[in-house]
């Protein structure tokens, strides 16, 4: 055999001897139930779009929702590693990454984020602080509203006044019921009908789907327009495994991930009107704020968000967020 022919077969037996890149199994979850529209679309448009995409390459593995682990502890799960991705609202983890209180009140879109450079330093945020790559701003289309069991006192100007309200609430509600004379009330989402039925809240915040699953249909009389906030759903990866991925599969990722923020938002609003619709037919009236009243009580939420946020990072980091946040 010549050295040539040697060194061919040499190389060729090389090539066969070495073995495929293995398919990286990503550990997956949500701090939402899985029977929520925005956990269901996280798993139909990036965590199943990543398994057909990615064959040979990347997969995904669902572990579970919070029945896994607790919705307010799944980012720091993540931090340390106990799985790979997560979705979850940004208000579940604002005491590690505060800076996902800008999102609630942007009035741009993800893609005019990204653009914005907005998204970029979320992205940051969530590396420092939470070992994590931001990946993707579900379901952004979809908004906030106050729902309660009676009506309530209004103010000279058309607003409306919640003294003496108990309204259960997490940190994304907590700024505006406050702001109304409201006392907030920290609740599992699961005990808001039972809480509602025994008097012990007269209300609540919530997204605009969601509400006859949470078995509040007929409970609610009154839902206060106009709607406020945005849903603030994060997928985010532990950045040591995304780091370790090929290049070939975080740009997969990457580029599906901007997709499901178009698809989940569609996914969404579809819920949301059906559920409007069912609630509605259940009795809920509308109670609209009109002119200034109305103006001032957006204002306040998103105000509240703000100084809340300010409070925490400093006045210096919020007016950059503001500037990459607000058009």
């Known amino acids: 055999m010549t050295i040539k022919n040697f060194l061919i077969a040499a190389v060729g037996a090389a090539v066969i001897a070495t073995p495929a890149l293995a398919e990286t199994e990503l550990k997956a979850s949500s701090a939402l139930n899985t029977s929520r529209e925005m956990t269901q679309a ?3 448009f990036f965590l199943n779009e990543i398994n057909k995409q990615g064959k040979g390459l990347v997969k995904t593995k669902f572990m579970g929702g919070p029945e896994v682990t607790p919705p307010r502890k799944q980012a720091a799960a993540l931090k340390r590693g106990a799985f790979d991705i997560t979705h ?3 208000s579940y983890y604002a005491g590690l990454v505060p800076e996902g209180y800008a999102v609630l009140v942007t009035n741009m879109t993800p893609a005019e984020i990204r653009k914005s450079g907005g998204f970029a330093l979320l992205d940051a945020a969530h590396q420092k602080k939470a070992n994590a790559k931001l990946l993707a701003w579900g379901d952004s289309g979809g908004k906030f ?10 103010t000279a100007d058309g607003g409306i006044n919640l003294k003496g309200f108990k309204m259960r609430s997490t940190a994304t509600y907590r700024p505006l019921f406050e702001y109304l004379g409201g006392t ?6 699961s005990e808001i009908f039972t809480a509602l039925e025994r008097g012990v809240i007269q209300g609540f915040g919530s997204p ?20 406020y906030y945005n849903l603030n759903n994060f997928v985010f990866i532990n950045l040591d495994k995304w780091k370790a991925l090929p290049s070939k599969a975080r740009m ?3 580029k599906i991930a ?5 698809d989940s938002t569609a996914f969404y609003l579809r819920f949301a009107k059906k559920d409007a619709d069912e609630m509605a037919s259940a009795g809920m009236k509308i109670l609209t704020l009109k002119g200034k009243a109305a103006i001032d009580y957006v204002d306040a939420a998103n105000e509240a968000v703000w100084k809340r946020f300010a409070k925490i990072v400093g006045e210096g980091p919020v007016a950059e967020y503001k500037k990459k946040f607000i058009k």
Do not use: F, H
């Not at 509203?145 to 209004?154: E, V």
């Not at 901007?258 to 178009?262: C, G, R, V």
């Open 258 to 262: 901007k997709k499901y923020e178009d």
């Open 184 to 189: 907030p009330v920290g609740m599992k989402s």
């Open 42 to 44: 996280y798993l139909k």
């Open 208 to 227: 605009s789907s969601g509400l006859t699953k949470l078995g509040v249909k007929g409970k609610v009389q009154y839902r206060v327009d106009p709607s």
């Open 145 to 154: 509203n106050t729902y309660l069991s009676k009506k309530p006192a209004m």
């Open 252 to 254: 997969l990722i990457d």
């Open 88 to 90: 979850s609202p940004s």
